[in-house]
């Protein structure tokens, strides 16, 4: 009586894929200190885990109205960056609710331009009109009667 050998199967079986598992929210000391010290302070409440921490060893979260606030351990003093009507954002530290109430205020009332685009009224477009110059093109051609140098040979 002859026995026969079954081949092996050489390739191995597919695994079947692994269940993704929600990470549970951990929550470090450190974020716990700037929860607490942003409580002391006054400080709008904030859930522990939104304060993110940084490399540098800093925490930041933002609040509902925009502003975004940091904190470095170990300081009782936060700055917040708090956004204004022209665009841009006022860094200012804070130590307590009434300072960033204050803040807040300001930087709603704000109406430096902060360097961007510069909307002109009607009243100021037609002054600056007034005082502008018309340049005459053969004026300036006069002025620039200088011939081109030619680039020094090395």
Request: hydrophobic letters at 30%; a positive charge; one cysteine or more.
């Amino acid at each position: 009586m002859s026995r026969t050998k079954t081949r092996r199967r050489t390739t191995p079986k597919p695994t079947l894929p692994a269940r993704p598992h929600p990470t549970p929210e951990f929550i470090t000391d450190q974020q716990i200190h700037t929860a607490y010290a942003a409580r002391l302070a006054g400080l709008p409440t904030t859930p522990i885990t939104a304060w993110t921490p940084h490399p540098d060893g800093t925490h930041s979260a933002t609040l509902p109205n925009g502003t975004h606030l940091t904190h470095q351990p170990g300081t009782a003093v936060f700055t917040a960056h708090i956004p204004c009507a022209q665009g841009a954002h006022h860094a200012v530290n804070i130590t307590t609710a009434q300072h960033l109430n204050t803040a807040t205020q300001a930087a709603g009332q704000c109406t430096h331009p902060h360097g961007g685009h510069r909307i002109l009224t009607l009243h100021q477009a037609a002054t600056t009109t007034a005082e502008t110059q018309a340049l005459d093109v053969t004026d300036l051609r006069a002025d620039n009667d200088h011939q081109p140098k030619e680039h020094p040979q090395p």
